[in-house]
């Protein structure tokens, strides 16, 4: 099984220090987690590990040769459900992750709808917020499509997060060759639907996995949260069922890419041992 980690290993750092740390810790893979149209003073003073969507891709490939890592994926998670706007990452932001990706001989990218944060985006009905995933989406998948690259939909959000969801979504985007899924174990759980079943109805639609369990403290809030960042405890201490995802995934057929999103050190190296413990089962 790949295994490889989150670009967000230490806060306040640059995207070179993520690298480093993450080839420290003996991972070979990682994810190219966050990034920007344009420039922002973080990243020029080198406490924002962020990638610039219009910096050349030599830079990155620069950073990955230095530190023996491959890059799995470009992850390009947006506002999908709210009004565009020049502030919000959105499908232009998305088709320069695709670009990217092109360039760093990537073959996958992440996106998700996310959560509204304005008046209008909660107001939506359902169909109307498939129609507005599938208007922002359109043109990304042509650019997506005729580069080679796999644009994958992760839970992270209202529709994402259910099978049903889900389903309507990559029936009303269509381009099966193109459009697949990225299960994000804890997303999906946390958002109320059943990472399980997820594997069950899409099976090989799933091309990548972001593992997270879930602490029983989070049960009292699910189906209200569309997503979290990182787990905080090692894969399989927690109530999401990783060591039968993994096996459920595996026969399946599933052998893509998969990115570790666990906070701490510890608890990272504990969490890669028993999903090869698990995938040798």
Same mark, same amino acid.
């Given at each position: 099984?790949?295994?490889?980690?989150? #670009?967000?290993?230490?806060?306040?750092?640059?995207?070179?220090r993520?690298?480093?740390?993450?080839?420290?810790?003996?991972?070979?893979?990682?994810?190219?987690?966050?990034?920007?149209?344009?420039?922002?003073?973080?990243?020029?003073?080198g406490?924002?590990?962020?990638?610039s969507?219009?910096?050349?891709?030599?830079?990155?490939?620069e950073?990955?040769?230095?530190?023996?890592l491959t &890059? %799995?994926?470009?992850?390009? =998670?947006?506002?999908?459900?709210?009004?565009?706007?020049?502030? /919000?990452? @959105?499908?232009?932001?998305?088709?320069? #992750?695709?670009?990217? #990706?092109?360039?760093?001989?990537?073959?996958?990218?992440? +996106? +998700?709808?996310?959560?509204?944060? +304005?008046?209008?985006? =909660?107001?939506?009905?359902?169909a109307?917020?498939?129609?507005?995933?599938?208007?922002?989406? =359109?043109?990304?998948?042509?650019?997506?499509?005729?580069? @080679?690259?796999?644009?994958?939909?992760?839970?992270?959000?209202?529709? %994402?997060?259910?099978?049903?969801?889900?389903s309507?979504?990559?029936?009303?985007?269509?381009?099966?060759?193109?459009v697949?899924?990225? &299960?994000?174990?804890?997303?999906?759980?946390?958002?109320?639907?059943?990472?399980?079943?997820?594997v069950?109805?899409?099976?090989?639609?799933?091309? =990548?996995v972001?593992?997270?369990?879930?602490?029983?403290?989070?049960? !009292?809030?699910?189906g209200?949260?569309?997503?979290?960042?990182?787990?905080?405890?090692?894969l399989?201490?927690?109530v999401?069922?990783?060591?039968?995802?993994?096996?459920?995934?595996?026969?399946s057929?599933?052998?893509?890419? +998969?990115?570790?999103?666990? #906070? @701490?050190p510890?608890?990272?190296?504990?969490s890669?041992?028993?999903l090869?413990?698990? !995938? /040798?089962?």
């Amino acid at each position: 099984m790949i295994i490889g980690c989150f #670009a967000l290993v230490q806060p306040f750092s640059s995207m070179d220090r993520q690298f480093q740390l993450i080839r420290e810790l003996g991972f070979d893979y990682a994810d190219l987690t966050d990034n920007h149209d344009g420039a922002t003073l973080g990243t020029e003073y080198g406490f924002s590990a962020s990638v610039s969507l219009d910096g050349h891709p030599s830079r990155v490939r620069e950073m990955l040769a230095r530190h023996r890592l491959t &890059l %799995t994926s470009v992850c390009a =998670h947006a506002n999908l459900l709210d009004p565009a706007s020049p502030d /919000r990452y @959105g499908t232009s932001e998305i088709i320069k #992750a695709v670009k990217l #990706a092109h360039f760093l001989g990537v073959k996958q990218v992440i +996106t +998700t709808e996310g959560d509204p944060k +304005t008046d209008f985006g =909660h107001g939506l009905s359902d169909a109307e917020r498939v129609f507005s995933v599938r208007e922002k989406l =359109h043109a990304s998948i042509e650019w997506a499509e005729s580069l @080679g690259i796999e644009l994958l939909l992760e839970p992270h959000g209202i529709l %994402t997060d259910t099978v049903d969801g889900m389903s309507r979504l990559l029936d009303a985007l269509g381009h099966e060759k193109t459009v697949g899924i990225n &299960l994000d174990t804890g997303n999906s759980w946390l958002g109320g639907g059943d990472p399980h079943a997820f594997v069950r109805v899409f099976g090989t639609r799933i091309r =990548h996995v972001h593992w997270k369990d879930m602490d029983a403290r989070w049960e !009292s809030k699910r189906g209200t949260v569309y997503g979290c960042g990182m787990g905080d405890i090692p894969l399989g201490d927690g109530v999401v069922g990783i060591e039968s995802l993994v096996a459920a995934l595996l026969e399946s057929g599933f052998d893509g890419p +998969t990115t570790l999103e666990v #906070a @701490g050190p510890e608890n990272m190296k504990k969490s890669a041992d028993r999903l090869l413990a698990w !995938s /040798r089962r």
